[in-house]
């Protein structure tokens, strides 16, 4: 069901912070253990932002590392979204922010909100742009530095989360299948089980807002678990049927890194526990950066390989989720 042009991604990058938060650290902090936090979630470690790091300074070392890997210079982008839960500021985007930090000089940007799902939101937001030849070459960036947003007392919240960037160059190609059409879908009457409450237009910025920590991530834990693995497993089949490609043809699964549970619950359900990719031990979850470091991890640990078919698949809050499948290098 492709229309247009053939889509590759032709090059990942990404980028974490240097500081390592271990679950004893947070042990130190809250009421938990490395046993409670690793049994629940696979989570050993995460990176946390210096304090003047912002989230387009994560997601432009991102940039540049998925520019040189794909030997594209930023002056050849026309298209530079950014997906993120956490930017820079309210406005401008963290996308210009990015640009003007990597020189993207010719691109328009924005930024595209669809929390953890935002960042294969993005891809097929420049897929259907490059396909029907609005643009030539796109950059896709997730950046997160969720670290600004969580309440640190919060032990059911703070313990989940980590910072980090990915980013992927995409063109136009002449060989193989490249990024096929994602399935994707929201359902928005259930936002209110992932949320930040406050700070907005609904609930603007005020001393009792802040005060009642309406500003910080609140979840009910047990409910997005359930539909996150409903949601990806839906969608990885949809992506495979609409694609017309089996099971068994896909070499890897790159889901979102939330939660090895929720990981595994997918696997399982897919028959596919053998070709899961998973990182969430090391980066807890990075929210839209969580799928664009995976995916940069994949290729470069060469678990990826030129032909190789490969399938996405997120979920965040919204809820928002969806999957795509691609030939990787093609
Ligand atoms: N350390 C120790 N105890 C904790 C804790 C922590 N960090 N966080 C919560 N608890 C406690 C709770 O207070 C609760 O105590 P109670 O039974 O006395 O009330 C108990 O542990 C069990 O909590 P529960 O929520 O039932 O645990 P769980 O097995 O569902 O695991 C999550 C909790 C958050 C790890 C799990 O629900 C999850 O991963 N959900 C999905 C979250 C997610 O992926 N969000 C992002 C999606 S994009």
Request: charged share 20%; glycine share 10%; with cysteine.
């Amino acid at each position: 069901m492709s229309v247009g042009r053939t889509v590759s991604i032709v090059g990942t990058g990404s980028y974490v912070p240097e500081r390592v938060v271990t679950n004893d650290d947070l042990a130190a902090l809250v009421d938990t253990s490395d046993e409670w936090i690793y049994s629940r979630t696979g989570m050993k470690e995460r990176r946390i932002c210096a304090e003047d790091q912002a989230t387009s300074d994560l997601g432009a070392a991102a940039a540049r590392a998925a520019l040189a890997n794909a030997g594209v210079a930023a002056a050849e982008i026309d298209l530079l979204i950014v997906a993120t839960l956490s930017p820079d500021m309210f406005f401008p985007s963290t996308a210009c922010f990015v640009q003007d930090q990597i020189g993207a000089v010719n691109a328009f940007c924005y930024d595209l909100g669809a929390a953890c799902s935002g960042f294969l939101y993005a891809i097929e937001n420049a897929r259907a742009q490059i396909a029907c030849g609005a643009v030539e070459t796109a950059l896709v960036v997730g950046a997160e530095k969720m670290s600004a947003f969580l309440d640190w007392d919060d032990r059911s919240t703070c313990i989940l989360f980590g910072d980090g960037a990915g980013a992927a160059v995409m063109r136009a190609s002449d060989s193989g299948r490249g990024v096929m059409p994602a399935v994707m879908g929201s359902d928005g009457s259930l936002a209110d089980l992932l949320w930040t409450p406050g700070g907005g237009s609904r609930n603007p910025i005020s001393h009792e807002m802040v005060d009642r920590k309406e500003h910080f991530i609140r979840m009910q834990g047990r409910d997005v678990f359930k539909h996150a693995v409903t949601r990806m497993g839906d969608a990885v089949m949809a992506a495979l049927e609409q694609n017309d490609v089996a099971v068994d043809e896909v070499s890897c699964f790159i889901p979102h890194q939330a939660n090895i549970r929720i990981i595994d619950a997918i696997a399982k359900r897919l028959g596919v526990e053998d070709r899961m990719f998973s990182n969430v031990e090391k980066y807890a979850n990075t929210s839209s950066a969580a799928l664009a470091i995976a995916l940069d991890e994949a290729a470069r640990e060469g678990v990826l390989k030129a032909g190789d078919l490969a399938v996405l698949t997120v979920f965040g809050s919204g809820f928002t989720w969806g999957a795509n499948v691609l030939e990787w290098g093609g």
